[in-house]
T-cell receptor, first 114, second 114 residues
Framework: DTGVSQNPRHKITKRGQNVTFRCDPI?????LYWYRQTLGQGPEFLTY????????KSRLLSDRFSAERPKGSFSTLEIQRTEQGDSAMYLC????????????FGPGTRLLVL | GNSVTQMEGPVTLSEEAFLTINCTYT??????LFWYVQYPGEGLQLLLK?????DKGSNKGFEATYRKETTSFHLEKGSVQVSDSAVYFC?????????????FGQGTTLQVKP
């Protein structure tokens, strides 16, 4: 069990640029989640996948954000035309499909938009 | 809607002191409840969980009991160590239907002094 991995760990970009983050979940986990955490706050849910299907999206996820999980394994989160307000830690988690099952988190990708 | 409220920090204790971090929730039905811990520079790790009323979760000397009558899940430890210094997050998960997300409190910073 190698755990959830995320790449890159850090990303600095200029306002208006596009960025893409990758998440590799624990291999047998069919659920994958994206959260955003700003300084001093708890993580906020963005979206989640069950296998390749995106089942829920938060209202926090503006049209500039898109997430995919094309083969039900790894996932990507893209932010287009980044804004300074997008600066945050982006967390990925995965779990089995059983209700109440533990979500295991990756180390996160810290985004800084200049 | 569903929500989690934690006591505000920071909490500063001397080594071997007793710890309580309060957590209350608002939710319909019977959510699962979690405590996650975030050590400096690291990702979120599950500390303990409880999936039904009166369950007690425990790990590494920490305990929390799911109290439906008071909608609470307070975290306790009898004797804290310097290594327990971290940010602690209470969270709930509503597993009914397709709702997969965790809802987090704002986090409570614990600092333990030698």
């Amino acid at each position: 069990d190698t755990g959830v991995s995320q790449n890159p760990r850090h990303k600095i970009t200029k306002r208006g640029q596009n960025v893409t983050f990758r998440c590799d979940p624990i291999s047998e986990h069919n659920r994958l989640y994206w959260y955003r955490q700003t300084l001093g706050q708890g993580p906020e849910f963005l979206t989640y996948f069950q296998n390749e299907a995106q089942l829920e999206k938060s209202r926090l996820l503006s049209d500039r954000f898109s997430a995919e999980r094309p083969k039900g394994s790894f996932s990507t989160l893209e932010i287009q035309r980044t804004e300074q307000g997008d600066s945050a830690m982006y967390l990925c988690a995965s779990s089995l499909m059983t209700p109440g099952e533990t979500q295991y988190f990756g180390p996160g990708t810290r985004l800084l938009v200049l | 809607g569903n929500s989690v409220t934690q006591m505000e920090g920071p909490v500063t204790l001397s080594e071997e002191a007793f710890l309580t971090i309060n957590c209350t929730y608002t939710a319909t039905g019977y959510p699962s409840l979690f405590w996650y811990v975030q050590y400096p520079g690291e990702g979120l790790q599950l500390l303990l969980k409880a999936t039904k009323a009166d369950d007690k979760g425990s790990n590494k000397g920490f305990e929390a009991t799911y109290r439906k009558e008071t909608t609470s899940f307070h975290l306790e430890k009898g004797s804290v160590q310097v290594s327990d210094s971290a940010v602690y997050f209470c969270a709930l998960h509503h597993g009914s239907g397709n709702t997969g997300k965790l809802i987090f409190g704002q986090g409570t910073t614990l600092q333990v002094k030698p």
